[in-house]
């Protein structure tokens, strides 16, 4: 997978230096670091991102470069994963509003500076605030964004002893048009670990219907 990311590499500097094609550079940039990712070099995929920004500052790939590296930063699980997840959200949301982007850029980053927030263990009523904030300002617009951010509120409810009102959110997500695959697996999951909550020794069919639901996603 190194290699073919070496060449994806090889070949969106070319694009942009002697083609001068940048839309296709930009999108080789992507896709090399996406390589890199997927194949746990992530010091790899990090730095073809940085490449690409300094080498393309206005690409209109940058918020899905934003993405892929915080999503790895948080993967990780660790202080230092979460502390770089935390700062590069920062630094999207700084970016999204003193260059103009459309105004969903900046509501994104906000969204991934509070999964950072509370994977570093913050306060889940200050969590849950957050992420009604998040809906409120994404319904409409950005559905995915909305639902996505949904899917946190009704996870952290449920850890809460909120378990019925997260059941009612991960529903309305199943329930309704937005057809993002990450949402609804969430959603799917939530209900699952909601109704694994319902079951005891005398009354074991919430355990099959929290089976039913996991093996949907």
Excluded at 43 to 55: A, K
Excluded at 113 to 134: H, V, W
Excluded at 185 to 193: E, I, N, R, T, V
């Amino acid at each position: 997978a190194n290699k073919d990311a070496d060449l994806m590499l090889t070949e969106a500097r070319n694009q942009f230096s002697k083609s001068k094609d940048v839309l296709m550079a930009q999108l080789g940039y992507l896709e090399c670091a996406r390589l890199f990712y997927a194949s746990g070099n992530d010091g790899g995929g990090g730095g073809v991102l940085e490449e690409l920004h300094t080498s393309i500052p206005d690409a209109g790939v940058l918020p899905d470069g934003y993405r892929m590296k915080f999503e790895n930063y948080l993967s990780q699980g660790d202080a230092a994963g979460i502390g770089n997840a935390k700062l590069l959200a920062q630094k999207y949301s700084t970016e999204a509003t003193t260059s103009a982007w459309p105004t969903g850029f900046a509501v994104e980053a906000d969204f991934f500076t509070a999964l950072a927030d509370g994977a570093a263990g913050g306060d889940a009523k200050a969590f849950q605030a957050k992420m009604r904030d998040i809906v409120a300002k994404a319904q409409g617009g950005m559905p995915i964004l909305a639902a996505r951010a949904n899917v946190q509120l009704a996870n952290s409810l449920r850890m809460t002893g909120g378990a019925d009102q997260a059941a009612e959110i991960y529903q309305a997500i199943l329930d309704g048009k937005t057809n993002d695959e990450n949402a609804r697996a969430g959603a799917w999951l939530g209900m699952g670990y909601v109704a694994m909550t319902k079951g005891d020794a005398a009354n074991r069919d919430p355990f099959r219907d929290a089976l039913m639901n996991f093996l949907r996603v």
